[in-house]
């Protein structure tokens, strides 16, 4: 994370989609709170494939109109939840639900590598822009 925004980068073990969504650490908002339907209301999502896949978060909720949206901002510190669903379909082609649960999505990842859980808590977003000195008098 770095001035204003947020980048989750994941890859899925089969085709599917991720969705995510960032709270403020200080908003209150916890773990046990949040809801599939708000991960998935936030819209920030991407598809994978194959290869891994980034999505770019740059405010709280990605809907229109953008100006009624809260932004992400820098010096501030994150937690982000993310949710996912496969591609599945049965035998008949028809979409069959395979998703993650809800206990998965709220727990902490606790390994990049290996996660086991959706939610990347206290994810700081630094000012990574350095102050300018203007001569005021001499």
């Known amino acids: 994370a770095s001035n204003t925004k947020i980048v989750v980068t994941f890859a899925l073990n089969e085709a599917g989609t991720a969705y995510c969504r960032t709270t403020r650490t200080d908003s209150g908002e916890t773990a046990g709170a949040i809801s599939i339907n708000q991960i998935i209301s936030a819209q920030w999502s991407a598809a994978y494939s194959s290869t891994e896949q980034t999505i770019e978060i740059d405010k709280l909720e990605n809907v229109a109109p953008p100006m009624m949206v809260t932004p992400i901002f ?10 996912a669903s496969d591609d599945a ?9 395979n998703y993650m649960s809800h206990s998965y999505a709220t727990a ?4 990049p590598t290996a996660p086991s859980g959706g939610r ?19």
Not at 74 to 83: I, L, M
Not at 108 to 111: A, F, Q, R
């Open 120 to 138: 990347t808590g206290a994810v700081w977003v630094s000012d990574a822009t350095p102050p300018a000195m203007y001569l005021v008098r001499a």
């Open 74 to 83: 820098e010096d501030s510190q994150y937690d982000v939840y993310c949710w």
């Open 89 to 97: 379909v049965d035998s008949f082609g028809r979409e069959r639900p």
């Open 108 to 111: 902490d990842v606790t390994s």
